[in-house]
């Protein structure tokens, strides 16, 4: 299954990654260079090993619904890059920028 | 339940409405889905953060196991079946408001499939059943306010990673109005079993439609759009009518529907497509590798069924049975549970129901949606109800009295007998007593008393009234009566 140059313009679109055109017959090559060690890992035997999302029978671990709230080591102005009331702040989207539109759900 | 009918609406005849809808329902959690953080609503924004649910590298997260009840509970009223493995998965898309880059959901392993509900009766009496296809658990993202900084986003966390149950149907309604008793089944069943607030202005329960349209008779769904932002059942109802007439329009002229995301503009009443680029639905689902696959023991999903309370419709068949009250009366008594708690407690213990069904959803309801009180916080206890009208049965005090010690027993909380006799309500049967108060009235409007004596019976009523008056309505009404009939000659 060979990556396209199509399929890594998507994946850096959804990623919302700038993609200078000269970059991508590079990283067309990376990407193929990786799924090409998926070709290698498909010819172990795995007869009789059936798919799995996690190791072992056991179930994943369960807290019981209760605080305290795991501090924060820094306060959060400390690595936010902006804030204002306590908002974070971001860049307004594109697709709002008129901001006509009610909040988000 | 309600009876539906289809809208007639000339545009639209030729045409039937096709609607799936998508709930997500927050879980009443004390915390969040995978840390440790507050989930009440209206906190300071991003105060209830952690590095977990801020996506801070190296962190890892740990399934709350409330939400994992809540949400078997949800599954099993629903008529589900809840699997004994099920397994997360990330729903990858960019935003702002959702820290990780990625939703921890479910795929296509979900907690739970196959369910159904009844919304009501057709015309003819037979029920109108929909199919839920999916309950699974996921994560819920932070909220973005677009219009209250120029130029820039606000981001508040705080809701980011709160506990969500996505209830997915079948296309299986055919109106909006079908659509509208569907949620409102739903919004009652879950908050029978206590799960969720179900509360659409804070955002604890929400909806997505999907929604085709088709020619009368064809068998095979039309092209769907999905409708958004519809913040209230009228909204669901209004923006689905909507679309509905936007979609026939466009094939009366032949044009194809496009699949996309509409927008609901409640204020202007239409739908508008999403501005943003729905390449999002590129989700590149995949197993959660941060969290094993969740495993749960069958006796346990049993035992979750076990505890399940008795659910509206089985309670409305029960009320039926038992108390044999008319159906509009048991709609209204079982619309919560509480307040069907609260009746069935009055009945039992005054032993005349309908008697109890009519003081509940007269003075009762009427003191409530006048304060705005919930019914487990009202002052008249049901007890002390059903006493009052103990106390109207053994013609201690009368009805016009009974309903003055009310009013004052949903002030004070006070016994009705106590404030019966501080009040001077006592019924007053004594025949002297009585016999007095009618002399004095006939005495006092001599007119009326000489017109009474020579045969105009309809003049017993206003006497009566002014007897009524005069004892402060602490007479027994039907002795006044035959006391008048017996001078009436
Ligand atoms: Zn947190």
Redesign the interface.
Same mark, same amino acid.
């Not at chain 1, 679109?13 to 919302?16: F, I, P």
């Not at chain 1, 901001?99 to 759900?105: F, G, K, M, P, Q």
């Given at each position: 299954m060979a990556v396209t140059r199509e399929d890594v313009v998507?994946i850096a *679109? @959804?990623?919302?990654l700038a993609l200078p055109e000269e970059r991508v017959p590079e990283l067309v090559a990376q990407l193929n260079g990786i799924l090409a060690h998926m070709d290698v890992l498909r010819k172990v035997d795995t007869t009789g090993v059936t798919g799995t999302?996690?190791?072992?029978? *056991?179930?994943?671990? @369960?807290?019981?619904?209760?605080?305290?709230?795991?501090? @924060?080591?820094r306060p959060?102005e400390a690595f936010a890059p902006?804030m204002?009331?306590?908002?974070?702040?971001?860049?307004? @989207?594109a697709?709002?920028e008129t *901001?006509?539109?009610?909040?988000? *759900? | 339940m309600t009876t539906l009918s289809t809208p007639a609406r000339a545009v639209t005849e030729r045409y039937e409405m096709v609607v799936g809808l998508e709930v997500h329902v927050q879980l009443r959690t004390r915390t969040k889905a995978f840390c440790c953080c507050d989930t009440a609503f209206g906190a300071p924004p991003n105060t209830n953060t952690c590095p977990i649910c801020l996506a801070l590298p190296g962190t890892l997260p740990l399934l709350n196991a409330e939400a994992v009840r809540l949400a078997v509970r949800a599954a099993l009223a629903l008529g589900c079946t809840v699997h004994e493995t099920s397994i997360f998965a990330r729903k990858n898309y960019f935003y702002p408001d959702l820290p990780k880059g990625y939703q921890i959901s479910q795929y296509d392993r979900p907690l739970a499939t196959g369910g159904r509900i009844a919304i009501g009766k057709n015309a003819d009496g037979t029920p109108i059943t929909i199919g839920i296809t999916r309950l699974h658990m996921e994560e819920d993202a932070g909220k973005s306010i677009h219009d209250r900084y120029g130029g820039a986003t606000a981001i508040d966390l705080n809701r980011a990673g709160v506990p969500l149950i996505e209830i997915v149907s079948e296309p299986d309604m055919r109106s909006a109005r079908e659509a509208v008793a569907y949620l409102k089944v739903l919004k009652q069943i879950l908050e029978y079993i206590d799960v969720s607030d179900v509360n659409m202005e804070e955002g604890s329960l929400r909806v997505d439609a999907n929604i085709s349209a088709r020619l009368r008779g064809e068998t095979r769904l039309g092209t769907k759009t999905e409708v958004k932002n519809m913040n209230s059942f009228s909204g669901v109802e209004r923006a689905l009518e909507a679309e509905f007439v936007r979609q026939c329009t466009l094939l009366e002229r032949g044009e194809k529907i496009h699949q996309q995301t509409m927008l609901w503009d409640g204020a202007r009443g239409e739908v508008r497509p999403a501005r943003s680029k729905e390449e999002s639905h590129d989700y590149r689902y995949f197993p959660e590798p941060d969290l094993p696959p969740l495993r749960l023991d069958r006796a346990w999903i049993e035992q979750i069924r076990a505890e399940l309370p008795e659910l509206p419709q089985a309670r409305q068949a029960r009320f039926a049975e038992s108390y044999a009250l008319p159906a509009g009366d048991i709609e209204v008594l079982t619309a919560n549970a509480k307040l069907a708690d609260y009746f069935e407690s009055v009945a039992r213990q005054h032993g005349d129901a309908k008697s109890a069904a009519n003081w509940v959803m007269g003075e009762v309801l009427a003191a409530l949606n006048a304060t705005g009180q919930s019914v487990e916080h009202f002052a008249v206890r049901p007890a002390d109800l059903a006493k009052l009208l103990d106390l109207v049965r053994d013609g201690v005090v009368s009805h016009s009295a009974a309903k003055q010690i009310f009013a004052h027993m949903a002030e004070t909380g006070d016994p009705p007998q106590q404030i019966a006799e501080r009040e001077g309500l006592i019924q007053v049967r004594d025949a002297d007593e009585l016999a007095r108060w009618v002399d004095e009235v006939l005495a006092e409007n001599p007119t009326e008393a000489a017109r009474f004596k020579n045969g105009e019976k309809k003049l017993l009523g206003v006497l009566v009234g002014l007897v009524m008056k005069k004892s402060k309505g602490r007479a027994d009404p039907r002795r006044v009566n035959q006391l008048l009939s017996e001078r009436g000659g």
């Open positions: 998507h *679109a @959804l990623a919302r999302a996690g190791i072992g029978d *056991a179930s994943t671990p @369960l807290r019981p619904d209760t605080g305290p709230q795991i501090p @924060l080591a959060r902006q204002r009331d306590g908002f974070f702040l971001v860049p307004r @989207l697709t709002h *901001a006509d539109e009610e909040e988000t *759900a | -």
